[in-house]
């Protein structure tokens, strides 16, 4: 059984790279659409006021997917976390999908995030079944979800901003029929790239405390006020 953590009344999961790659191969067995979020620091802020969004659906799983957001992670169930990869992970999943001949296909920002990523993929998985598409080139949400749709790809890896993932989870993943949905946002070309984001880690780090703190005040302060 996983440990779950609850930050910013996000219910995290703490999974490590190998029990998140099986659990994922297990949803796409299975005929329900799943998501996975990564949350990185920055979206903490956008998350914690989609409350509905969280409570509503219970097929979604909340990963942390930066060193900021796993600083608050006690160290006890912190090792799991120790050495994940979001890189490693998903080029694991373009491997499953690549022997299961399964379509996959990449939602990205702009062209040249698009066209880094899927390049980088090819090169290990030149056999994949793999889709590209960038946000920059749809002139509306509907647009988008029916380029989505009319790939049908049974994988949706988002490399979305904060904003634009929490719009794409309340309003179109609904609408999108692909079984399995994993939302990355900055952090798979982080990786990608090797980005060094050492000193934004420590500075994250301290907001994010500090953040949680006032947090876990406010919603006492507020279970106080409705408890009278």
């Not at 998140?20 to 998501?35: A, G, I, M, N, Q």
């Not at 090819?122 to 749809?138: C, E, F, T, W």
């Not at 901003?161 to 982080?190: F, P, Q, S």
Request: neutral net charge; proline residues 3%.
């Amino acid at each position: 059984m996983n440990e779950q953590l609850e930050l910013f009344d996000i219910p995290f999961q703490i999974y490590s790279e190998r029990q998140l790659y099986e659990k994922s191969c297990d949803f796409l067995e299975e005929p329900t659409l799943y998501t996975i979020f990564f949350v990185s620091a920055e979206q903490c802020n956008y998350l914690s006021e989609a409350k509905t969004l969280i409570q509503r659906n219970e097929q979604i799983l909340w990963l942390p997917g930066d060193d900021a957001l796993r600083s608050l992670i006690p160290k006890k169930e912190r090792h799991e976390l120790a050495d994940f990869s979001i890189l490693n992970y998903t080029m694991q999943i373009c491997g499953y999908a690549a022997d299961m001949g399964l379509d996959l296909c990449f939602l990205m920002e702009d062209k040249k995030q698009l066209e880094f990523v899927m390049s980088s993929v090819r090169n290990v998985y030149p056999y994949l079944a793999i889709h590209g598409l960038y946000l920059k080139s749809m002139k509306s949400p509907e647009m988008m979800v029916n380029e989505i749709n009319s790939i049908a790809p049974e994988i949706l890896v988002i490399g979305l901003h904060a904003g634009e993932v929490r719009r794409y989870m309340e309003y179109d993943r609904k609408r999108t029929n692909a079984r399995l949905c994993i939302c990355v946002g900055n952090l798979l070309t982080d990786e990608m790239s090797k980005k060094n984001k050492l000193f934004h880690t420590i500075t994250m780090s301290r907001k994010l405390k500090k953040h949680l703190r006032k947090f876990s005040k406010k919603e006492q302060e507020e279970n106080g006020s409705v408890g009278k």
